[in-house]
T-cell receptor, first 113, second 112 residues
């Protein structure tokens, strides 16, 4: 079974803090994704990466950055957290095979106070 | 259908009945579709997929139907069980950079 692990289930941070969300997958997948999920807005893509050290902006990259130093790990960084970044963050990965099935982690619920 | 407000639409079914969850997708160029299930406190989980060259695909207790003419996708769950209670959403692959476009989801509530 594919396993995507997000390091924290719940995080509480203060406005202005630098926040790191970590994601690790164990299936040697090339592609990894970060989404945020908000009520009524569904899943919105923040950033994705199709290879080590490669990254692409998604639909809502503002206020976020990412790091992919190793194939299995994809980190989402909030340089200076703001209250409007309070959300559920979901990491996903997929292989570069024919089917675009993304496998998700359990999510990190981030509250910025 | 898909949610347009803060609250997801809810489908309430009696345990043992069949459920039909609908999704309207946006891009006529999409060639691959996926249904996900998201239980409370968990990440989305793959249920079933279908390519655009098919109009029906069956899994265990689930069937996905695709109508490309009207850009409509449905998920049928046979003999719905309490464990089926979750948010369900569809995703379409337009072939652009590995990205999927997700619907906003529908909550399935199973009455005992």
């Amino acid at each position: 079974d594919v396993k995507v692990t997000q390091s924290s289930r719940y995080l509480v941070k203060r406005t202005g803090e630098k926040v790191f969300l970590e994601c690790v997958q164990d299936m040697d997948h090339e592609n990894m994704f970060w989404y945020r999920q908000d009520p009524g807005l569904g899943l919105r893509l923040i950033y994705f990466s199709y290879d080590v050290k490669m990254k692409e902006k998604g639909d809502i990259p503002e206020g976020y950055s990412v790091s992919r130093e190793k194939k299995e790990r994809f980190s989402l960084i909030l340089e200076s957290a703001s209250t409007n970044q309070t959300s559920m963050y979901l990491c996903a990965s997929r292989s570069s095979g024919a089917k675009n099935i993304q496998y998700f982690g359990a999510g990190t619920r981030l509250s910025v106070l | 259908g898909e949610s347009v407000g803060l609250h997801l639409p809810t489908l309430s079914v009696q345990e043992g009945d069949n459920s039909i969850i609908n999704c309207a997708y946006s891009n006529s160029a999409s060639d691959y579709f996926i249904w996900y299930k998201q239980e409370s406190g968990k990440g989305p989980q793959f249920i079933i997929d279908i390519r655009s060259n098919m109009d029906k695909r069956q899994g265990q207790r689930v069937t996905v139907l695709l109508n490309k003419t009207v850009k409509h996708l449905s998920l049928q769950i046979a003999a719905t069980q309490p464990g089926d209670s979750a948010v369900y959403f569809c995703a379409e692959d337009t072939g652009a950079n590995s990205k999927l476009t997700f619907g906003k989801g529908i909550t399935l509530s199973v009455r005992p």
